[in-house]
Each structure stands twice: as structure tokens, then as C-alpha cells.
T-cell receptor
Framework: EPEVTQTPSHQVTQMGQEVILRCVPI?????FYWYRQILGQKVEFLVS????????KSEIFDDQFSVERPDGSNFTLKIRSTKLEDSAMYFC?????????????FGPGTRLTVL | QKEVEQDPGPLSVPEGAIVSLNCTYS??????FMWYRQYSRKGPELLMY????GNKEDGRFTAQVDKSSKYISLFIRDSQPSDSATYLC?????????FGAGTTVTVRA
């Protein structure tokens, strides 16, 4: 069964460093998302991406964040200068264009720890 | 008022019991409703999705939506220890999903 994959599973970084989180969505999906979940809190929407541009972003997704689809398979989230409060699980999700229910399929997540 | 409210529990039931989970929401624009299951330190896994008010059944799972009351439910019949997880309701009107806090369920053998 096709699935969304994410790498790395765990990333530890120093405050102020740049990190890139990588995702490979399901191959025939065209809509891509990033969500985050701070430990013990809700899953929160960050950004949606379609046709090589951002469709919508939350207030969390400020200038420190960017997304890119550098090739036909990868979808990345970059945090330019990490803060302690960026420590969270980051989930990538993807959706088929034809889905009438906006079914989003999630990857296993990357745990980001900012020290 | 929070956009999506879900009692975080925890909920502990004996094996074979019916598990009842619910969420309320305030945004009447929500059209699509989903239930996800999340195991510890894993990504959410889609269990069920519904669009209209009413019931939808899939094996031991039944999802209910009452748009007039802005209330959705998930029932798990004949619960098993493997059903122990956190259950998240989610809903959307467009691109982004809005999640509830998740209810942690433990099914005791």
C-alpha cells in the first residue's frame, strides 16, 4: 500500500541553525501539507501546497519557514533559524486531486529537537 | 470558543466494550469530517471520513455526524487491546484540517 515517507525520523539541532525536513508524498497525489504537533498539544496546520505554490498558510508559518518541491517526488520544509519553540513533531500529508473528501494521508513524522 | 473541542480523556474500557468518542465544533463552514487514529510517536492514520449528516459504518467502526448540532461521534464496537491509541477528530471546509485535541483510549485485556 502506498504511503507517505519522511526523513529523518529525528533531527536534533542547535538554536539558530537551519533545518530541512523531507517528505516523499504518495506518487499520484498533487496536494501537499505540513502540520506540526508540539508534545501534548493538538496537531496544527502549517501550510498547503499545490501546483508549485503555497495555497494557504497559518500564522505559525512565518518568514522563517519555507516549502519547496525540488523535484517530482520530494516535498521539503525548511526552517531558516530554529527557535526552542520549534521543537515538535512535523508531519507531512498528501491528497489526491480527485478526492471529494479532502482525505489527507500522513507520514510518520520527523521529531525536531532544538537545543 | 475553540474551533474544535474534544475531551482528551483518558478513556479506559474492558475488552469487548463499546468505545464512544465525540467532538463538537463551532465553524458551520466545515463540510468534511474525519477520524484519525494515532499511536504514540506516529503519524495520524485515517480511519473514517464522512460528508453528510448521518451514520457511516465500516466494520467495527461507526461515524456519526449531526451538522445541526455541530456534533460528531465515533463508536468502536467489540473493542480490542489493539484499539488502544489516541483518536483525533478532524474537519475541514477547504485545504486545511482542524483537529481536536485527541482522546486517549486504553482497552484492557
Amino acid at each position: 500500500e502506498p504511503e507517505v515517507t519522511q526523513t529523518p525520523s529525528h533531527q536534533v539541532t542547535q538554536m539558530g541553525q537551519e533545518v530541512i525536513l523531507r517528505c516523499v508524498p504518495i506518487s499520484n497525489h498533487l496536494y501537499f501539507y505540513w502540520y506540526r504537533q508540539i508534545l501534548g498539544q493538538k496537531v496544527e496546520f502549517l501550510v498547503s501546497f499545490y501546483n508549485n505554490e503555497i495555497s494557504e498558510k497559518s500564522e505559525i508559518f512565518d518568514d522563517q519557514f519555507s516549502v519547496e518541491r525540488p523535484d517530482g517526488s520530494n516535498f521539503t520544509l525548511k526552517i531558516r533559524s530554529t527557535k526552542l519553540e520549534d521543537s515538535a513533531m512535523y508531519f507531512c500529508a498528501s491528497r489526491q486531486q480527485e478526492s471529494p473528501y479532502n482525505e489527507q494521508f500522513f507520514g510518520p513524522g520527523t521529531r525536531l529537537t532544538v537545543l | 470558543q475553540k474551533e474544535v473541542e474534544q475531551d482528551p480523556g483518558p478513556l479506559s474500557v474492558p475488552e469487548g466494550a463499546i468505545v464512544s468518542l465525540n467532538c463538537t465544533y463551532s465553524n458551520s463552514a466545515f463540510q468534511y469530517f474525519m477520524w484519525y487514529r494515532q499511536y504514540s510517536r506516529k503519524g495520524p492514520e485515517l480511519l473514517m471520513y464522512t460528508y453528510s449528516s448521518g451514520n457511516k459504518e465500516d466494520g467495527r467502526f461507526t461515524a456519526q455526524v449531526d451538522k445541526s448540532s455541530k456534533y460528531i461521534s465515533l463508536f468502536i464496537r467489540d473493542s480490542q487491546p489493539s484499539d488502544s491509541a489516541t483518536y483525533l477528530c478532524a474537519m475541514t471546509s477547504d485545504y486545511k484540517l482542524s483537529f481536536g485535541a485527541g482522546t486517549t483510549v486504553t482497552v484492557r485485556a
